[in-house]
């Protein structure tokens, strides 16, 4: 049976099992339900989480895990999954073309940004993996918590968790509740956003709740990119028809429109000569705003006056105008059946995606329309044996299938892909854990994998010259740049009227007979047929010991494997790239001290990276090649550090937080190649000529060696500091004054390693002033997020004209909110 018809089929029975719980809801008496925090000892109260698939205190269990509370999300105004890397030290988030999204966890993650590559950092949502990283936003609102699992999450978590896990949990339905609340807030940028919920009884064993979010924003850059225009939807039904059975139904959707920022131009990239040929590369910073847009008049001025020596002319534009227009939507069931014995939780699941989105970056325009499936059944077992030893037994059948294509105009080539892809993945996990005396608890756990995917695709890639490239230089001062056309049909007919020969051989390599000309310009059609298929299999496993040396202190090590299943790229003779495993080791220690009112978190890793996959855009080993995006397996890497986790109440209305990491990375081998096309790479990593077979001949290239360089997005030092203090007002009112900055330290994000690719060290501060009822029925929050107004540099890549178009975190943004509930 196909998991779609498995999930349907669970689906509609939970549906029909709903339609006759009402009738017998008021022959029970109601059960609490949901998760609780143990607040009888006073101080800092217990957080529950549900890192192991249980729930269980944060404070309790013997793993790294960052755990953003709701407030945290609405303070930093929390829309995309992008900006979670403002409330948490060990992530990086960043917002790629359209609706993507790139995580790094420690320095370990990959540039996912198609339908045929897959996130090293696993997101779930309502306990359901996500497997599109375009999939991952319209979920930030009425949420229990964010969890952040630091480290591979090779067992309970382990499809394609190398870095780590991101888990999004929703607020579910409360029995007997009649409760809501509201949030309005409004800002610079003309910034609307808006988060509603409401929880109603229905009879003494059924509940519903439904929430809802709005954020809708003018532009950030000055061609009016940046802009948003989203809207999200959620509805649970959750049942209680007797004290050993609960089941809950929840349907989302999501709505992402407006559009990404262009970007900047950072500056410009120019080869210099002296009296022995070449002499390296001049950087010339363009001085331009990071607001300023690619589109914008004074950044086309400069684009147009770049000289492109492939097409022997200047006057290149950007034009392509970005936008989103994505919707999502997914149906979950959650069912668990407590017996005697132990409980079982079954969670189907089904979600679709449809997304068409352009944006720019390197490209006068990139375009890409596509339609994702995915299906799934997961099964819990979750029991005691003994006193001393419980255990967890569960299994995951996921499926999924994309539909897609895609165009990406760069001036001088444009490829025309469409292609299909799809992946079948089977789990079976386990965990069991021992405690041969009180204070000591020892787990075991494993997970074994088995991935199939599939890939058929066409990319019929289209190049661009103005007779020979190479030297003496050619000039074409009338040719057309790549037109801004929708179809591949259109652009053939847009060269073929104007007499312009589309070839699939260089006309300069023919001779003139067969119509050969060294000066006369042509495209040259490159088509890339991939048609295969990959099959991983593997076994991870976590090995943890657990020592209580008090009801409020313990110390804890484990080590555990992770495994990030391989891969395709639309790339002649690198078609695919295999899969990449890490191993981490942990030494932590989790306190409570000063009668609960100071907590102390410490943790040691060490990981150990290997046959690592990185994406980048690059050359394949056609003949000649054409410039692509594609994942390799580059090498291996070391990654080891610290993170200290503070929270301080000092008095009754204060408190204070820090989250600090320290990170020490190394590639141990790290080699790449690019072609030989005269000119050498521009970058700060060694490298030598070389040669490389592929299935069109033997082609020159150059061998880029970048090891010993530290890992990409992985600060040394990062950290954030925070502080609130509660001022009562009467017996019937408060204010509460919240500040806090956070800190990164240089990084990059390239494998070029160019000085003026770093991303430099940057605080960012924020603070609220809040005046509301001591029950919060009602208040008003004045707030500034980026209270200095810096934009550190998230990444940067060259054009064709030589400009590095570049794109920075949110400017500042200030406005006021208000709220209550009841």
């Given at each position: 049976?196909?998991?779609?018809?498995?999930?349907?089929?669970?689906?509609?029975?939970?549906?029909?099992?709903?339609?006759?719980?009402?009738?017998?809801?008021?022959?029970?008496?109601?059960?609490?339900?949901?998760?609780?925090?143990?607040?009888?000892?006073?101080?800092?109260?217990?957080?529950?989480?549900?890192?192991?698939?249980?729930?269980?205190?944060?404070?309790?269990?013997?793993?790294?895990?960052?755990?953003?509370?709701?407030?945290?999300?609405?303070?930093?105004?929390?829309?995309?999954?992008?900006?979670?890397?403002?409330?948490?030290?060990?992530?990086?988030?960043?917002?790629?073309?359209?609706?993507?999204?790139?995580?790094?966890?420690?320095?370990?993650?990959?540039?996912?940004?198609?339908?045929?590559?897959?996130?090293?950092?696993?997101?779930?949502?309502?306990?359901?993996?996500?497997?599109?990283?375009?999939?991952?936003?319209?979920?930030?609102?009425?949420?229990?918590?964010?969890?952040?699992?630091?480290?591979?999450?090779?067992?309970?978590?382990?499809?394609?968790?190398?870095?780590?896990?991101?888990?999004?949990?929703?607020?579910?339905?409360?029995?007997?509740?009649?409760?809501?609340?509201?949030?309005?807030?409004?800002?610079?940028?003309?910034?609307?956003?808006?988060?509603?919920?409401?929880?109603?009884?229905?009879?003494?064993?059924?509940?519903?709740?439904?929430?809802?979010?709005?954020?809708?924003?003018?532009?950030?850059?000055?061609?009016?990119?940046?802009?948003?225009?989203?809207?999200?939807?959620?509805?649970?039904?959750?049942?209680?028809?007797?004290?050993?059975?609960?089941?809950?139904?929840?349907?989302?959707?999501?709505?992402?429109?407006?559009?990404?920022?262009?970007?900047?131009?950072?500056?410009?990239?120019?080869?210099?000569?002296?009296?022995?040929?070449?002499?390296?590369?001049?950087?010339?910073?363009?001085?331009?705003?990071?607001?300023?847009?690619?589109?914008?008049?004074?950044?086309?001025?400069?684009?147009?006056?770049?000289?492109?020596?492939?097409?022997g002319r200047a006057g290149a534009v950007v034009d392509g105008q970005p936008f989103n227009d994505n919707d999502y939507w997914g149906v979950t069931a959650e069912l668990n059946y407590e017996t005697d014995v132990g409980t079982l939780t079954i969670q189907p699941a089904y979600r679709e995606a449809s997304i068409e989105y352009a944006f720019n970056g390197v490209f006068r325009q990139g375009f890409t329309k596509e339609?994702?499936?995915?299906?799934?059944?997961?099964?819990?077992?979750?029991?005691?044996?003994?006193?001393?030893?419980?255990?967890?037994?569960?299994?995951?059948?996921?499926?999924?299938?994309?539909?897609?294509?895609?165009?990406?105009?760069?001036?001088?080539?444009?490829?025309?892909?469409?292609?299909?892809?799809?992946?079948?993945?089977?789990?079976?996990?386990?965990?069991?854990?021992?405690?041969?005396?009180?204070?000591?608890?020892?787990?075991?756990?494993?997970?074994?994998?088995?991935?199939?995917?599939?890939?058929?695709?066409?990319?019929?890639?289209?190049?661009?010259?103005?007779?020979?490239?190479?030297?003496?230089?050619?000039?074409?001062?009338?040719?057309?740049?790549?037109?801004?056309?929708?179809?591949?049909?259109?652009?053939?007919?847009?060269?073929?009227?104007?007499?312009?020969?589309?070839?699939?051989?260089?006309?300069?390599?023919?001779?003139?007979?067969?119509?050969?000309?060294?000066?006369?310009?042509?495209?040259?059609?490159?088509?890339?047929?991939?048609?295969?298929?990959?099959?991983?299999?593997?076994?991870?496993?976590?090995?943890?010991?657990?020592?209580?040396?008090?009801?409020?202190?313990?110390?804890?090590?484990?080590?555990?494997?992770?495994?990030?299943?391989?891969?395709?790229?639309?790339?002649?003779?690198?078609?695919?790239?295999?899969?990449?495993t890490i191993k981490a080791f942990t030494l932590g220690s989790k306190n409570r001290f000063l009668d609960n009112h100071l907590q102390v978190n410490v943790e040691a890793f060490l990981w150990k990276y290997k046959n690592q996959q990185f994406s980048q855009f690059g050359y394949d080993l056609g003949n000649p090649p054409s410039t692509v995006f594609l994942t390799r397996n580059i090498g291996d890497s070391t990654i080891?550090?610290?993170?200290?986790?503070?929270?301080?109440?000092?008095?009754?209305?204060?408190?204070?937080?820090?989250?600090?990491?320290?990170?020490?990375?190394?590639?141990?081998?790290?080699?790449?190649?690019?072609?030989?096309?005269?000119?050498?790479?521009?970058?700060?990593c060694p490298y030598t000529p070389t040669t490389q077979s592929t299935p069109g001949g033997t082609i020159n290239v150059f061998e880029i060696d970048c090891s010993g360089n530290v890992a990409f997005n992985s600060p040394k030092w990062s950290f954030n500091l925070n502080g609130q203090q509660t001022i009562p007002i009467g017996n019937d009112y408060k204010a509460v004054l919240v500040a806090g900055t956070r800190y990164?330290?240089?990084?990059?994000?390239?494998?070029?390693?160019?000085?003026?690719?770093?991303?430099?060290?940057?605080?960012?501060?924020?603070?609220?002033?809040?005046?509301?009822?001591?029950?919060?029925?009602?208040?008003?929050?004045?707030?500034?997020?980026?209270?200095?107004?810096?934009?550190?540099?998230?990444?940067?890549?060259?054009?064709?004209?030589?400009?590095?178009?570049?794109?920075?975190?949110?400017?500042?943004?200030?406005?006021?909110?208000?709220?209550?509930?009841?």
């Amino acid at each position: 049976m196909s998991a779609k018809l498995l999930v349907s089929a669970s689906v509609g029975a939970l549906c029909v099992f709903f339609a006759s719980s009402a009738a017998v809801a008021q022959e029970t008496q109601p059960v609490p339900a949901g998760p609780t925090q143990d607040t009888s000892q006073g101080g800092i109260t217990d957080i529950i989480v549900t890192a192991q698939r249980v729930e269980e205190s944060g404070q309790s269990i013997p793993i790294p895990v960052d755990i953003i509370e709701p407030a945290e999300l609405v303070q930093q105004n929390v829309i995309r999954a992008e900006d979670l890397s403002r409330l948490t030290p060990s992530l990086a988030a960043n917002g790629g073309g359209g609706p993507t999204t790139v995580f790094f966890v420690r320095g370990v993650g990959n540039a996912t940004v198609n339908g045929y590559s897959d996130p090293a950092i696993s997101f779930n949502y309502d306990g359901v993996y996500i497997g599109r990283p375009t999939s991952t936003s319209g979920v930030f609102y009425d949420l229990q918590r964010v969890e952040v699992l630091k480290g591979p999450q090779g067992t309970l978590y382990g499809r394609n968790a190398t870095g780590g896990a991101i888990n999004v949990i929703p607020n579910r339905p409360e029995l007997g509740e009649t409760s809501g609340n509201f949030m309005l807030g409004y800002g610079n940028y003309d910034w609307l956003t808006g988060q509603a919920a409401v929880n109603v009884p229905l009879g003494q064993d059924v509940a519903l709740r439904a929430a809802g979010s709005i954020s809708h924003r003018d532009a950030l850059q000055s061609d009016d990119t940046g802009n948003q225009r989203e809207y999200a939807g959620r509805l649970q039904v959750y049942a209680e028809p007797n004290d050993q059975l609960d089941v809950r139904l929840a349907l989302d959707f999501s709505h992402q429109g407006g559009a990404s920022s262009s970007g900047y131009y950072l500056g410009a990239v120019n080869p210099t000569f002296g009296p022995t040929g070449f002499a390296g590369y001049e950087f010339v910073p363009t001085g331009f705003s990071t607001q300023q847009g690619l589109l914008d008049p004074a950044s086309n001025a400069l684009m147009a006056s770049r000289f492109i020596s492939q097409v022997g002319r200047a006057g290149a534009v950007v034009d392509g105008q970005p936008f989103n227009d994505n919707d999502y939507w997914g149906v979950t069931a959650e069912l668990n059946y407590e017996t005697d014995v132990g409980t079982l939780t079954i969670q189907p699941a089904y979600r679709e995606a449809s997304i068409e989105y352009a944006f720019n970056g390197v490209f006068r325009q990139g375009f890409t329309k596509e339609k994702d499936k995915q299906a799934s059944v997961e099964a819990r077992w979750a029991s005691d044996l003994s006193d001393s030893v419980d255990y967890l037994l569960g299994a995951i059948y996921f499926d999924e299938d994309i539909d897609a294509t895609a165009r990406y105009n760069q001036q001088t080539l444009v490829p025309f892909q469409e292609f299909t892809t799809g992946t079948e993945s089977l789990a079976g996990f386990g965990k069991v854990t021992w405690r041969p005396i009180e204070p000591l608890s020892l787990t075991m756990a494993g997970r074994y994998t088995s991935d199939k995917k599939t890939f058929d695709g066409v990319s019929n890639v289209y190049i661009l010259f103005c007779g020979n490239p190479a030297p003496p230089q050619d000039f074409c001062p009338t040719l057309p740049f790549a037109p801004l056309v929708s179809t591949e049909d259109e652009f053939r007919a847009f060269y073929t009227s104007l007499g312009i020969p589309i070839t699939p051989v260089p006309l300069f390599v023919l001779p003139p007979v067969a119509g050969g000309s060294q000066t006369a310009p042509f495209v040259l059609f490159s088509p890339i047929v991939i048609n295969d298929s990959l099959k991983n299999d593997k076994f991870t496993y976590r090995l943890a010991a657990q020592y209580d040396l008090s009801r409020r202190n313990m110390i804890y090590a484990s080590f555990e494997t992770g495994y990030h299943a391989g891969g395709f790229s639309f790339a002649r003779g690198i078609s695919t790239y295999e899969p990449e495993t890490i191993k981490a080791f942990t030494l932590g220690s989790k306190n409570r001290f000063l009668d609960n009112h100071l907590q102390v978190n410490v943790e040691a890793f060490l990981w150990k990276y290997k046959n690592q996959q990185f994406s980048q855009f690059g050359y394949d080993l056609g003949n000649p090649p054409s410039t692509v995006f594609l994942t390799r397996n580059i090498g291996d890497s070391t990654i080891k550090g610290v993170d200290l986790d503070l929270e301080y109440l000092p008095a009754e209305n204060t408190q204070l937080s820090a989250n600090v990491q320290y990170l020490d990375t190394k590639y141990d081998s790290f080699v790449y190649y690019s072609p030989n096309q005269g000119l050498p790479p521009n970058t700060t990593c060694p490298y030598t000529p070389t040669t490389q077979s592929t299935p069109g001949g033997t082609i020159n290239v150059f061998e880029i060696d970048c090891s010993g360089n530290v890992a990409f997005n992985s600060p040394k030092w990062s950290f954030n500091l925070n502080g609130q203090q509660t001022i009562p007002i009467g017996n019937d009112y408060k204010a509460v004054l919240v500040a806090g900055t956070r800190y990164r330290s240089s990084s990059y994000s390239s494998a070029d390693y160019l000085p003026y690719l770093k991303s430099e060290a940057t605080f960012v501060s924020y603070a609220s002033v809040t005046f509301g009822r001591e029950d919060d029925s009602l208040f008003v929050s004045f707030y500034i997020n980026n209270i200095e107004d810096n934009r550190r540099l998230i990444g940067g890549t060259t054009n064709p004209a030589g400009l590095i178009a570049a794109s920075a975190e949110q400017p500042r943004t200030y406005g006021v909110r208000i709220g209550g509930q009841f």
